[in-house]
Each structure stands twice: as C-alpha cells, then as structure tokens.
C-alpha cells in the first residue's frame, strides 16, 4: 500500500470508531501476510535461514554455551491460520528465539547489590516507560541470564499478555523480573518484525489461545514457544519493517494534522455557542442560531456535539430568550393569581398541604427574567405526588406494570402489581413525571396506565390552563443537573421531595410559554434530524473502516 493510497482512504477511515487503531492493524495485518512490500524471488528463501538456524544451535550446543532447547509441536500442513508466500515459512517462535523469564522477586533469598529492573509496568507496546523503576539485588554471576541486551524483545506474561518492546540503549543492561519473557531472535532475525507481529496477534486475538486463567490471563514461557510465526526472508523482514515504520509514521502526521483541524473546528463551536448562550436578546440569539444553521456540517462532526446546543437551546427558553415578547400578552403575574386560587380551593377540600417553606435550596435563579414574567415555587405550580415503595414480594409477573426509574431510561425488566390504589398512585399518557434517585430527569408519560415506583414523582398542575405543561418540561429538563447536585448521597443521589418543591420555577406569560414551546419543538426537531444525519455517516464510516481494513 502506498502512502498515496493511504491518504486517499484515512480520512474515511479515521472518521470511524477506534478507526485509526483499525488502520494502523491493517498496516500490520498486510504486513504479515507478505501483502505490503514486493517480494524478490532473487533472495534467500526463509527455509535457508531456518537451516542457518538450526546449524547455530548445533554448534553453541556442541561448545557447551547452549542447553538442550525443549522441542516445539511440528506445524501440520492445515494448522496455518492464513496463507503467506511460497518462499516465506510457517515456524514455532520456540524455533527462531532464545527465551527466558526474568528473575524471581523474592527479598529472603535474591543477594547482591540492588540494579535497576523492568518490570510488567515498564513494558508498553513498541517503548518502555521508566518514570517509576524499582530495584532488586542481583550478584553479578546472574547478570549475564537476567539482563537485557539492545535489540532483545521483552514480553509481557501478564497484566496485558504479549505486549511487547524492543529494548533500546535506554534500557540497556537492566534486569528484569519474572513477569517478563525476554526474546533474543537467532541468526540477525528482525527484533521489530516479530515486535509488530505481536501486536498484530493481539488486535486479532490470535495470541489469546496461548493464555492461561480465567480472570487474570497469563503467557507462558511454553506456550510462548509454541506460537506459530509467518518468517519472511531475513532481508524482507528488514524492508517490511522500514515501510511499516514509514506509514506509520504517515499515520501519525496525518493524525496530528487531523487533530489541528479538529481544534479549529471545537474553537468555532464553542464560539458559535457561547455567542447563543449568552444572547442578551430574543434578536441576539436568532442571530447566533442563524450563524449555527449556516456552519452545522462543519461545526458538529459527532452526535455528542449536539448535546451543549441542546442546553443552549433550553436555557434561552427559560430565560426568556428565545422568542421576543409581546406587550399585549397577559403578565405571568395574572396567571399565578388564578393557580393560587385554584390551589386554595384544592387546599380547602384537604387535598393539598400547605407546608411552609423552610431552609430553601434551589430557590434562586441566577439570571433576570423579563418584566412580564413571574417566578414560583414548584410547589405553587403542582402537587409533587409520591410513588409506592414495593417490597420484592409484592412485585409479580403479571399485573398493572410498575415504573420504575430504570424502566425510562433503559430497557430494564418490568414488574407487575395487582394492588388496587388511590388514582394519584397511577400515571397515565401525557401524566408528567420526574425520576429522583440514582438516574435524574423529567418525562411527559407516552405509554398506558401505569403504578409509578416510590422514586418517581408525579407533577400534577393545579391549572393546565396557566402554565403548559411542555414548558415545565423544559425547564426541569435544563435543570436536572442543578437538582441532582443538590441532592444527598454519594454513590447513589438522592433528592428529598421538599427541596424539589422549593425549586425556583420562571413562568412567562401563557400566550408566550406556547411560542417558546414552538420554538423549542422546532430547533429540537432540526437538531434530531442532524443527529440521525451524523449517526448514519458515522455508520457508513464505520462500515467503509471494516471493508478496507479487512483483509482475508
């Protein structure tokens, strides 16, 4: 593959998930197989240097420098997992390297002077990171078995199994412990090409047949051994190494270059919606909105993206923002004369409790609303209804179904109850609702007769006529993190039902709580549209990353 071609495809790709990861393993994958450099048929073939191999062997073992090596499985002829070319060798990694384990960690027996060592957590993919290396005694007749050497292979036996790195002058004579295989390759053999080929393995899964454990996965010495290895002519080893080195270094640049445009990118968008969030005015803000249409293909690349226009969308609604007023609008203050009204008479037929306002939270609004809005309590605008707690037994398979909190925002199992209950225990479509525990938020009811769960209150309207319930909605739903900050807990939040009827509610005129409710229905909705347009372009990418990127 040439670095044209992977110019003309990185784009596409990158834009997938784990999608440069995916591009880098087709680097890999290509070159194992014998698919990204040309083949010379003018070189040593590898079983050569497999013979060259085996007469090195033969001849440190008759000089007494090499033990009997303990003998690998032969490959059967169906046992390759894919197809390499003809002059290149299926081999155990037993048959080309030199292995060992590093020194045992034990403080009682190990004497010497204390040396530097590696241990698993030094030990990345393609480097090793020295900020914290430790230290063990070591006597210098070990040295020679326990240290490493430029150009050795070191590999994890656990944590991640097979990650390796080829040692460098930084680590250059260092020991290493126990939980590192190191690899010296005979015969000149390429340290890189059998680095990269692990890593290769590891994106593929084909390494992981080799582990032992359940949970914690370990790589022993002699499974390691056994690992069957694609071996190329040594000189093509050395060209494979070189061009995958060069694209993934392209790989690198066309990634930093990406990643300066994203930032350029993020920077305008965050402008664009810093300019809607603070619109001083109706006029400011269908300014912004307009800068935001002109821009969204390239401002908002992910859905993700749409989540603070979303916000910003809410908080102009409820600040009064949005939508310009109208002089002949009734004032919100007229509205609330009629829900006091109303809630004195519910009052009086002793269905409300009037409860006195004490130690108030929620009960500022850090912004000025317009002069012909009012502000309230939530507890003056509804009745904040409790669920019913149910114990385990009395939830059934069979029933009125029960909602819970999970129910709305996953696809949790339901439960059932044949329990008759007071209507306030009931939800029924278009019921407003508001999840307290754990998960927070607002929901308008869109599905049949339900029994709502203890930690979700139903908001019942003292007057549908002065305040539309889609409004209320909207507000709850841009408040929801400031009310499960307020909450207490720590693992799991909690939000007491007076705070949240001390919650601090703006109210606009009726007339005007209808336009921002259009409004709001209509940016939404060209946000959603947005949102399916970035999800499916996502898909595609994803799909397109998986086509090129597979090679069998």
Known sequence: MTPEEFTEVFDEIAEAPEGIERLRE??????????LVPQDANEEPA???LERIADEKFRLFREGKLRIPKPVPPIATDEAPFEIPDHWEWVRLGDIT???LGKMLDKSKNKGPYRRYLRNANVQWFRFDLSDVLELRLEDAELEEYSVKENDLIVCEGGEPGRAAVCGPDVDGMVFQKALH??????GISTWYLAYLLRCDTWSQRINTLFTGATIKHLTGKALATHM???PPLSEQYRIVSKVDELMGLIDQLVAARRSREAVRTAARDSVLAALRNAATPEDGQAAWTRITERMDDLFAIPADLAPLREAVLQLAVRGKLVPQDLNDEPASESLKRIA???????RKGRVKVRKVVDPTLTRLNYHLPSSWASAHLSDLTQVLNGRAYKKNELLPEGTPVLRVGNLFTSNQWYHSDLDLDEDKY???GDLIYAWSASFGPFIWRGPKVIYHYHIWKLSLFSETNLMKQFLYNFLLQKTQDIKNAGHGISMVHMTKEKMEQLIVPLPPLA?????VAKVDELMGLIDRLEQHLVAKREYHEAFAAAATNVV
């Open 98 to 100: 030199n292995s060992r």
């Open 427 to 429: 939800c029924e479509e």
């Open 229 to 231: 290895v694609p071996l």
């Open 182 to 187: 190191r690899v010296r390759p005979w015969c």
């Open 47 to 49: 079983s050569v240097l």
């Open 341 to 347: 009204a109303v809630k004195a008479r519910t009052a």
């Open 512 to 516: 005007e709580q209808r336009r921002i």
């Open 26 to 35: 087709l680097v890999l994958q290509l070159a194992v197989r014998g698919r």
